[in-house]
């Protein structure tokens, strides 16, 4: 799908042409030792990106394409002695008429650009929040532009807490860590068994019998060190929520299984005012849905009551095929992402239905409830209720 061999291609093409061109005049050209020993301006042609990465101290900055327009301004005097640089030498030497063209006398390209430079040893700053590891693990998220640096930054900022670490857990928190989440909890009081694992993927064979919680801290750690997982291997009750949901959490990630637990957090998650990236599964079926705390619907708008168990059975009774959770998970973790990087459309006010059989994705809109016994404009629910007997009430 990247199709590396036909860029690279391109790029030798590219590269063929520019030094055919670099090698017709050499007398433009100087080496990084004459421009570190020299007094000329140091002129960094390269991108925002780049720059962030590593310049030159003392360097002047402005990008090939406003060269024309800015550097008049920033460069009155024309006698100035200039170097341009950009990363190996090729897109300073080819910027060098255009800076003739604005009536500069004396400039030069630094040949070799910033490399050859810092393998000379000499030294460079940078402005990056992200240290060359980092940058090489999350290169995909860079070349982004709706992540790029400050993105992936606001990323490894973020903290996440997750509802379950079972089949709707596991891909969203394998996603999330590998993703560069800096912070995920979760929540989960369950162990291992061997019928968990057509489909719970964030855990192994030979984790069997340990805490979900334990399992799914290790497997995340091993997938990414740069995560921290907090891990609380209890199951989530009126008496915890608070104490948990106060860790400081930007949003959640709900893979809950039971509607008593949905419910408490749903009544929880508006009180604490964190969005929730809710997903439901059954059989070949799976719901996504967005609860941002009064900017959409909640999920007692959606389902003012629980629907009787015996039409909403877990999938420990009703059972689920194994990739379902995986493409809803997913969903979920989608979701997340979106809402940390703050890009492109949640799903606030939509809930996504999946069906795996017939492969379609529909969607359909949920109004907030004025009336909404939580989240409406005049509340009757306002402490935690025995939501077992909520429940078990229908
Ligand atoms: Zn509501």
Redesign the pocket.
């Known amino acids: 799908m990247c199709a590396e061999s036909s860029r690279s291609t391109v790029a030798r093409a590219a590269v063929a042409i520019l030094i055919a061109v670099s090698t017709t005049d050499r007398t433009r050209e100087i080496t990084a030792q004459a421009a570190q020993a020299g007094g000329a301006l140091l002129v960094d042609v390269r991108s925002d990106e780049e720059r962030k990465v590593a310049h030159i101290p003392g360097s002047l900055h402005v990008p090939m394409s406003q060269v024309e327009a800015r550097l008049p301004e920033l460069v009155p005097d024309r006698t100035q002695p200039i170097v341009t640089y950009c990363a190996v030498g090729a897109r300073s030497f080819r910027i060098l008429p255009t800076i003739d063209a604005l009536g500069y006398q004396d400039s030069v390209s630094m040949a070799g650009g910033i490399r050859a430079w810092q393998e000379l040893g000499y030294s460079v700053e940078s402005d990056s929040v992200l240290d060359a590891e980092k940058r090489e693990r999350y290169s995909r998220h860079l070349l982004i532009p709706e992540v790029g640096e400050e993105g992936q930054g606001r990323l490894l900022e973020t903290s996440m807490l997750l509802i379950g670490a079972g089949g709707l857990g596991s891909p969203s928190a394998l996603y999330l860590a590998a993703a560069g989440v800096g912070r995920i909890g979760i929540v989960d009081d369950d162990v291992v068994d061997s019928s968990n694992l057509q489909r719970q993927v964030l855990h192994s064979t030979t984790g069997l019998g340990e805490r979900k919680a334990r399992s799914a801290k290790k497997a995340l750690e091993d997938l990414n060190p740069d995560v921290e997982v907090v891990t609380y291997e209890e199951r989530l009750t009126s008496e915890n929520v608070d104490r948990i949901l106060s860790e400081g959490w930007d949003l959640i990630v709900d893979g809950a299984d039971n509607f008593p637990t949905r419910y408490l957090l749903n009544d929880a998650s ?1 009180w604490h005012d964190i969005p929730v990236v809710h997903g439901s599964i059954f059989r070949f079926e799976g719901q996504v849905t967005v609860f941002k705390p009064h900017e959409g ?5 959606l389902f003012p009551q629980p629907p009787p168990p015996e039409l909403a059975p877990s999938c420990a009774e009703g059972g689920v095929l194994g990739v379902l959770p995986g493409v809803i998970g997913s969903l979920q973790a989608n979701e997340a992402l979106k809402l940390a990087l703050g890009i492109g459309e949640p799903a606030i006010g939509r809930l996504l239905l999946f069906d795996a059989l017939a492969a379609r994705l529909d969607e359909v809109k949920i109004p ?2 004025p009336s ?1 016994p ?3 404009d005049d509340p009757t629910i306002t402490e935690y209720v025995d939501y077992v007997e909520f429940c078990q009430g229908r």
């Open positions: 508006i619907p909640c999920y007692r708008c907030r409830d909404c939580v989240c409406g």
